[in-house]
């Protein structure tokens, strides 16, 4: 394959004459640009070159070896200052990874573990994101001490660092599948061997084949509960080590409780054995885990987002003038780096060479490059236009301009109360109870009748396993993610759902979002006499050549390609583009540039012209044009009852002009800071707040909202902060989304309802010994499935509807109605 | 009856198999991504995005 003339990354033909290579898992491989060879290499180093393994299905990836650095390495300034922050005020701040997390409980247990440390100022945990952002007072305390303090409650935590978070996240999605799968296969195994004794009781089953069949689950049940169900066991140990109950504790109870009965049961060769129920409820409950993990994961992280948005390496300058590549954590402040056209700055610093157009839709959501001038500051993550340039760096890792981004986005999400806290205390509080009730059944019956405790006491347990109870929710909420994603919305968190359904308050952003990325032609004004066609065909031939949002949008308005012969094309940054057509010598671009030295009417000045060495020929005016379905995505959501705003980083007018149309309120010239304050505004006063956005400016926000809604076209950082990712742009798709949230809901309201009255009759009978465990079981099984059963309306329910009140009207944008405010 | 006594130790077997074969598939890596390998074969652009 090496062989190939085309670049081993993204398959473009390699250009004549550059020879770029990389190696991808120990081969080396044609590049077409350095882009392609970073990425390769950051693919490399990140240990996903199987990406390019599966794709040949040759080269085995060699195994993972996750070898956590001791604590101690941590000390090592080179280690420690590009996971550590430096607030300043001798405060320190670090984002930490933590394994193991499960429930609200782990997060309890540990603030309450690390709070209670000298010189830990602040902990916060986010269970779904696994993180846990610690803020400490450096003369008391340090990153090692930090480390030992966690991994001494029995939470193994890593400090925030890319690499090191892909390989977990493997390792744990690929152990849960294991355990899930052999859960699986134990319980059908199982069932089938239970089922011939059930069976066989009524029938007459000899005591041989009754016994065979005994073993027979037996041999199945024992890898579910050593195997499957470890985790559960370990958290139960963790929790009882640290004196904090936590969710697998009464779990691994029930589990080891039940197989302890059955293999004495077993080699007693009297009684009943429930092999099968126990590997049935491992099953369940490792399926739940399961999907859960899947949703977090998918829930795309933070720090591979950065680490796509800043070059894994820098070329930095020696003293004596060479290049030498490094990687970006090997950067220090005063170092020199050279930085060529369309590369990613590495760092903040401060240009040092002549001038440069540097594009920062990164921080300011706009498109159009920024022109900046020797001295000028460079931010880390945008993308040079022109170059190369050689650039001092300022600022690095935890203190540029992006990573503070990221350090908001990671903030506000950790800092968003659990919506879904109050459904698995509900579970845990169900789970207690149970406990309490098993083992006041158990004792009365010791009391009354011996011989019949431990069957009442497993029956009273098995009856109330809190599967119907569990599934209510996921159930419920697997149906409503299917069918939402049949509308191209992506629910990554799954609490989104609670969060859409009671939202009051709706911000969106503008640029990007309510309006469509890219410029559009507005105006177009002729002069001599020249046809509108005309001018647009000479004016996008010129603008062909450019690749400036201005020229793109000029070229677009003109359908028509034409096979004009254009010669002597040159750029001109930051003015325009001049070409000569025909003999003719024409430019397209700012005014002062297309027609230098002749006069031109005072309104033109402003917009981008096309001329000749003759004059004018004609002016162009440029504006963003609303989505297609901006208002009735709008409108749909107000007729829901739901407060619509905007909040835009752009200059008043623009924004009031969009706002005017839409007629929402608005608020401009907004910071991404400014936007998280107004959500927190909001918020305090009681408002459940869903935001909308596409930049990484919007991430913030996005991530503070209640709810973040994100355009699949928006920027990768602002993907990982949202909670649900819309794709195609359809903003109609939010209001259908809250009317399916709503309804789910309310299934889940009655599913739990529905399994809390079937405890209650089913438990008292159970406790006082009328109810077999074998009927128990089966009682168990068939409410778990009314549970699934009617979590399945929601999506039918759904497709019969139409998808909101207004979206199916098409509304131009221009001619938006106005309801009454 | 005595025909249960070869055809489940040979069930058994089968299971064996056949966690094994899912355990090494898991272990290669054929289950890390379940999205992406679908949509390999449709994407006909001309420049790929960074892969995930």
């Not at chain 1, 405060?91 to 782990?106: F, K, N, Y």
């Not at chain 1, 660092?161 to 849960?176: K, N, P, Q």
Request: proline share 5%; hydrophobic share 50%.
């Amino acid at each position: 394959m090496s062989s190939s003339p085309n670049c081993w990354h993204c398959g473009e033909a390699l250009q004549k004459g550059v020879v770029i290579h990389a190696r991808v898992a120990g081969t080396t491989r044609p590049m077409c640009c350095q882009g392609c060879r970073a990425a390769a290499e950051w693919i490399e180093q990140l240990g996903l070159s199987d990406y390019y393994a599966l794709r040949t299905s040759a080269a085995q990836r060699p195994a993972p070896d996750v070898d956590p650095a001791t604590h101690d390495s941590w000390e090592r300034p080179d280690n420690a200052r590009h996971v550590i922050r430096d607030l300043g005020d001798g405060l320190r701040e670090s984002l930490l990874l933590i394994e193991g997390v499960r429930c609200t409980a782990c997060v309890w247990l540990i603030e309450r573990s690390l709070g209670a440390m000298p010189g830990v100022v602040s902990v916060q945990v986010n269970a779904i994101a696994q993180r846990a952002r610690v803020i400490w007072r450096e003369s008391k305390f340090s990153l090692p001490q930090l480390l030992q303090g966690l991994a001494r409650t029995g939470y193994h935590a890593l400090p925030l660092d890319a690499r090191g978070l892909d390989d977990l996240r493997r390792r744990e999605s690929r152990d849960a599948l294991k355990r899930l799968l052999v859960a699986g296969f134990g319980a059908m195994q199982a069932m089938m061997f239970a089922t011939v004794i059930y069976l066989g009781a009524a029938a007459s089953l000899d005591v041989s084949t009754r016994e065979l069949m005994r073993w027979l689950g037996l041999l199945v049940a024992t890898p579910v509960v050593f195997y499957s169900a470890r985790p559960f066991f370990a958290g139960a140990w963790r929790s009882i080590g640290t004196r904090r109950i936590g969710m697998d504790v009464p779990v691994a109870l029930a589990i080891a409780a039940v197989y302890a009965a059955s293999v004495i049961e077993a080699l007693r060769g009297s009684g009943e054995v429930y092999f099968d129920s126990i590997s049935m409820f491992v099953f369940f409950l490792l399926a739940g885990r399961y999907l859960e993990m899947r949703a977090r994961h998918r829930a795309r992280d933070l720090t591979d987002a950065l680490a796509r948005l800043t070059p894994p390496f820098a070329d930095r300058k020696r003293e004596d003038g060479t290049l030498q590549r490094v990687g970006i954590h090997e950067l220090r402040v005063g170092d020199c780096v050279r930085v060529s056209e369309g590369d990613i700055v590495p760092a903040d610093g401060v240009l040092l060479t002549g001038r440069c157009r540097v594009d920062e839709a990164l921080l300011s959501g706009e498109s159009a490059p920024v022109t900046k001038r020797c001295g000028e500051l460079l931010i880390a993550g945008s993308v040079l236009e022109d170059g190369p340039v050689l650039v001092r760096i300022e600022r690095t890792g935890a203190d540029t301009t992006l990573a503070g981004i990221a350090a908001l986005v990671g903030r506000a999400t950790a800092a968003r109360p659990q919506l879904q806290r109050a459904g698995e205390q509900s579970v845990a509080r169900f789970v207690v109870r149970v406990l309490v009730l098993t083992a006041v059944t158990a004792t009365a019956w010791i009391v009354v009748d011996p011989t019949r405790a431990f069957s009442a006491a497993i029956a009273v347990l098995v009856i109330s396993c809190p599967c119907a109870f569990a599934l209510a929710v996921p159930a419920a909420l697997t149906r409503a993610l299917g069918a939402l994603a049949r509308r191209g919305v992506l629910v990554v968190k799954p609490d989104a759902i609670q969060a859409l359904a009671e939202c009051t308050h709706a911000i969106f952003d503008k640029t990007g979002t309510l309006t469509e990325s890219r410029l559009s032609l507005a105006d177009l004004h002729t002069f001599d006499g020249i046809s509108r066609h005309e001018a647009l065909r000479m004016a996008a031939t010129l603008a062909r050549e450019s690749r400036h949002p201005i020229a793109r949008a000029i070229a677009a308005a003109d359908p028509g390609m034409d096979d004009a012969v254009v010669s002597d094309v040159a750029t001109h940054s930051g003015l325009g583009v001049s070409a000569r057509i025909a003999g003719r010598e024409f430019r397209l671009g700012r005014s002062d540039f297309a027609v230098a030295g002749k006069p031109l009417a005072h309104e033109f000045e402003d917009a981008v012209m096309l001329a000749d060495d003759d004059g004018p020929i004609a002016a162009f005016r440029m504006s963003e044009r609303l989505r297609p379905d901006a208002c009735a995505a709008i409108d749909a959501l107000r007729a829901q009852g739901v407060t619509v705003l905007i909040a835009s980083g752009d200059a008043s007018s623009k924004v009031a002009s969009i706002a005017a149309r839409l007629n929402v309120a608005w608020r401009a010239r907004l910071l991404p800071a400014d936007k998280l304050a107004w959500v927190a505004e909001l918020r305090a006063g009681g408002a459940r707040v869903l935001a909308v956005g596409d930049g990484v400016n919007d991430a913030p926000f996005l991530a503070g909202a209640d709810l973040g809604v994100a355009l699949a076209e928006g920027a990768e950082l602002t993907q990982a902060s949202s909670d649900i990712v819309l794709k195609g742009a359809r903003l109609d798709s939010i209001a259908y989304a809250r009317d399916i949230a709503q309804r789910t809901l309310a299934i889940v309201r009655q599913n739990q309802r529905w399994a809390l009255y079937y405890n209650f009759s089913a438990v008292p009978l159970a406790a006082l010994g009328f109810v077999p465990p074998w009927l128990a079981a089966l009682g168990m099984s068939l409410s778990s499935l009314g549970v699934i059963l009617n979590a399945l309306r929601i999506g039918r329910d759904a497709a019969l509807r139409p998808a909101g009140p207004a979206s199916r009207e098409q509304v131009p944008a221009e001619a938006c109605p106005r309801p009454a405010a | 009856m005595n025909i249960l006594l070869l055809l489940i130790p040979l069930s058994l077997l089968f299971l064996a198999g056949a966690v094994w074969v899912f355990f090494w598939a898991v272990n290669h890596g054929q289950f890390d991504d379940l999205e992406t390998p679908g949509l390999l074969p449709l994407d006909d652009s001309d420049k790929r995005e960074t892969p995930p």
